[in-house]
């Protein structure tokens, strides 16, 4: 049986994905031929998952940026623990955007990823986890620099109750390096808080951008909070902004919330 601990890691870290996608949503501009720096910032803890266990969660969330607004609903994603240190999950949003006037919707950036745990936090006497991941990035259609991209995260974790601290670090092969880190409190009234920060640069040179004094650099942050619902769900919600390069076309605002869902499935035996 999964313990509760877990349950709220995975929906604090749930609701921290989904207040980094602008990053990632941004970047490729939701097909639209912009000059614009490809970035991408990707945080996970390395809390191994539990055989036969998973999650589903759905989610609305809504950013502004200097020139447009976009809002994601639903944003739908799944995983589940194949082994006792293999987890696979995917993540699948719809959106619909203005920008100048104009509005685009459709299925934006689709994830389809694997973490493995090197060293599981929880049956750790340090309690120090690491973890490595593969995910397959899917931009939306017409993608300037092609659609299919693939991210490569490295993810550590250190439990000290009531505190929690994780931290990422990676390569998004459509050219931007990430790095980001946060700190969750498991609060006596049950609610869970967490803060993040993530750090993304770009490896691409564009001439046109540095002449326009555009920086390689871009970094965000959140507040998430997590309530558990029973034993089987919890809702949780982020907001959080850029704090570099909003007017180059980082998040004025990122707005999102959701409830997650665990549930239990028999897996073939090895």
């Known amino acids: 049986m999964i313990t509760s601990a877990r349950r709220v890691a995975l929906a604090t870290l749930l609701s921290a994905i989904a207040c980094a996608l ?7 501009g939701n097909g639209e031929d912009s000059p614009s720096r490809q970035f991408g910032a990707w945080l996970d803890d390395a809390s191994a998952p539990v055989r036969g266990e ?7 969330g ?3 940026t200097a020139g447009a607004n976009q809002t994601d609903a639903p944003m739908l994603g799944a995983g589940i ?4 240190r293999l ?3 995917a993540s699948v949003p719809f959106y619909r955007m203005s920008f100048e006037g104009a509005s685009f919707a459709g299925v934006d950036s689709t994830y389809f990823g ?3 745990s090197l060293i599981d936090p929880m049956l750790s006497l340090s309690e120090f986890g690491l ?5 397959v990035e899917v931009l939306s259609p017409g993608a300037p620099e092609g659609r299919v991209h693939f991210v490569v995260p490295v993810s550590a974790e250190l439990r000290r109750a009531p505190f929690r ?11 931007a390096f990430f790095s980001g880190g946060a700190v969750e409190w498991a609060t006596p009234h049950r609610v869970i808080l967490t803060g993040s920060i993530t750090r993304s640069y770009s490896t691409q040179a564009n001439p046109s951008l540095d002449a326009l004094s555009v920086g390689r650099q871009r970094v965000d942050v959140a507040a998430n909070a997590t309530y558990p619902l029973g034993t089987q769900a919890a809702a949780f919600g982020s907001i959080g902004r850029s704090l570099s390069s909003v007017a180059q076309g980082g998040t004025r605002l990122a707005l999102s919330g959701g409830i997650s869902f665990w549930f239990r499935t028999p897996m073939p035996t090895p």
Do not use: C, L, N
């Open 81 to 84: 623990g194949v082994s006792d």
């Open 165 to 175: 601290y994780y931290a990422s670090a990676g390569y998004f092969s459509r050219g």
């Open 54 to 60: 998973g999650q589903m969660t759905i989610a609305v």
């Open 87 to 89: 987890q696979v999950s």
């Open 114 to 116: 694997a973490k493995y």
């Open 62 to 64: 809504h950013w502004k």
């Open 131 to 135: 973890s490595v991941g593969s995910v």
């Open 22 to 28: 602008p990053t990632q949503v941004e970047a490729q």
